[in-house]
């Protein structure tokens, strides 16, 4: 019998479609093509919807309603996907910790997100002793090992899930609902949990297929740690199409050849730094790499001469991207870079960037101010920060709501957007306006320079003076004296470097950002109060 308009469900009113309701139906459509590959171990997708669906109903059965969040502290495994799918399936929201942070850092965050079920693995557990378990939100039972070594409060992940069926739990999830709170990799301060919903993360993973060319028969290379949103590039779309992905516990440039070559991967995604390890490799102008359609790379700028590397290797497949996880990315292809060596591209599908002064006004084309973006995958707020999330909105005009940065950048009459520096890394001397990027862009084309970061250091007369720290090539002989008179000679004269200090690397998070965080504390150990 037929339904009357007034009759119509109001289902019909919303979005249906959602990552793990995707999953579930590739698992049901596409039981035997192969969903996840990892240190030799295949999954296919009716196993990886199968064991999503047992993690689900066990969280369920735990006591976890929509809206629980779940916590994640793993390493790049088949079974931390599995986690990941089946968290979303349960209609909880997914909260990934980052294995490279120091105890108080994941103990904070844990407490923050109220997390009532952790998942993690040994050593990892050892952050967690009695003490800080009572003082955490995480209820009876929820404290789940991967590999069964803690004891005590911690239940072995393979006996806990193994008393769960495998049907789809069921659970309506509708596209405002929660789906994740991803920390900030805390480069600037204490770290911020970013919220995003469900269709929002669904719009983030159809404009990155479409954008990054994705189809059900791409293979996924995921080479950086699960828990970052920079593996979500890739792991997003692959659940949004049904392709295969393949997972490297640990990244090694000669395995990452390996992989491509065996399993004829088409994407992959690498920090700046894995771009110079597979640059220094003897052999990669003889690997075949042919399958790749896309080498992305993003959280960083990429030194120009890895940048030739890489276009001369990779040819086309290689891409750069600049975002941040609060919701919107511009991109730039291998056939733009030769004219715009500098920019990070212009905006992708459905993003809208603008540059804003102190003020909150547009500035003047040319001109530099704050990068805001706008896309249909904006984040909701920064978790228990109502005040840090008002501050970071921009409504335009229109009424519409744009993330502020607190990048710096300029637009050309092309339309392409180059990053000149963080607002708070801009360097006010004398009372002028000191870019770093534009310092670190000319360091970087110095014959000896691998890298360079500039900070703002207090000084007696102009109030600030850039000093430049500067990691040299492993084959040069470093001389600090002669960069620093290579760079002044072609700065303006406001511009000019106080110091150049070497060293053998830089300070970084897990996804490859210099911290200049450390880079001041450093500076203030070892130099004193002023130039």
């Known amino acids: 019998m037929s339904m009357t308009v007034s009759e119509t469900p109001a289902a019909f009113d919303r979005p249906v479609s959602t990552i793990p309701r995707l999953i579930e139906l590739y698992g049901r459509w596409q039981p035997d093509r192969t969903a996840l590959i990892c240190d030799g171990r295949r999954v296919t997708w009716g196993q990886y919807a199968s064991e999503a669906n047992r993690v689900a109903n066990g969280l369920i059965g735990l006591g976890i309603a929509p809206g629980d969040r779940v916590a994640m502290l793993t ?82 992940f393979d006996d806990w899930i193994a008393g769960f069926g495998d049907r789809p739990p069921g659970v309506g999830i509708r596209g405002e609902d929660d789906f994740n709170i991803i920390y900030s990799s805390g480069t600037t301060g204490t770290p911020k949990g970013i919220t995003h919903g469900h269709a929002a993360r669904f719009s983030f993973a159809l404009t990155r297929a479409v954008d990054f060319r994705v189809d059900s028969d791409s293979v996924m290379l995921v080479t950086t740690p699960l828990y970052h949103n920079g593996s ?34 088409s ?23 042919s399958s790749l359609r896309m080498a992305l790379t993003a ?16 040819g086309d497949a290689f891409m750069e991207l600049y975002g941040a996880t609060e919701g919107f990315s511009t991109t730039i292809r291998a056939s733009e870079m030769t004219e715009k060596p500098d920019s990070v591209g212009r905006p992708v599908i459905g993003v809208d960037v603008r540059l804003l002064d102190d003020d909150g006004n547009e500035v003047a084309p040319g001109e530099v101010g704050e990068i805001a973006g706008n896309s249909p995958y904006l984040f909701r707020e920064y978790h228990n920060q109502p005040q840090l999330t008002a501050a970071a909105i921009w409504l335009s005009p229109a009424g519409e709501t744009y993330f502020r940065s607190g990048d710096l950048g300029r637009i050309d009459e092309q339309g392409y957007l180059y990053v000149v520096g963080r607002k708070k890394d801009m360097i006010i001397s004398g009372g002028i306006n000191i870019y770093a990027g534009d310092l670190e862009q000319l360091l970087s084309r110095h014959a000896d320079v691998v890298e360079a970061a500039v900070i703002g250091v207090p000084h007696r007369e102009w109030g600030e003076t850039p000093v430049a720290y500067v990691m040299v090539r492993k084959d040069a002989v470093p001389d600090a004296g002669e960069v620093l008179n290579w760079a002044n000679e072609r700065l303006a004269k406001f511009q000019r470097l106080s110091r150049v200090l070497l060293r053998p690397d830089l300070p970084r998070n897990s996804m490859g950002k210099v911290l200049k965080v450390e880079l001041m504390r450093d500076y203030e150990r070892e130099r004193g109060d002023y130039e």
């Open 75 to 156: 390493g790049n495994s088949i079974e931390t996907l599995q986690v990941m799918a089946g968290i979303l399936a349960a209609g909880a929201v997914l909260v990934p910790l980052s294995t490279m942070l120091d105890i108080p850092t994941l103990r904070l965050m844990l407490k923050d997100s109220g997390a009532k079920v952790l998942f993690s693995e040994d050593p990892y557990t050892e952050a967690f002793p009695p003490e800080v378990r009572a003082d955490a939100a995480v209820i009876d039972g929820g404290w789940i090992v991967f590999d069964g070594g803690s004891g005590g409060e911690w239940r072995p």
């Open 232 to 265: 979500c590039l890739l792991v997003y779309p692959a659940w949004l199409v049904g392709a295969t992905i393949v997972i490297m516990p640990k990244f090694d440039p000669v395995a990452w050849m390996d992989l491509v070559e065996r399993e004829r991967c």
């Open 267 to 289: 994407h992959t995604f690498m920090v700046p730094a894995q771009y110079q390890r597979l640059s220094e490799v003897p052999d990669l102008e003889y690997r075949d790499l």
């Open 299 to 314: 959280g960083a700028a990429i030194p120009a001469d890895i940048k030739q590397v890489m276009l001369t290797r990779i």
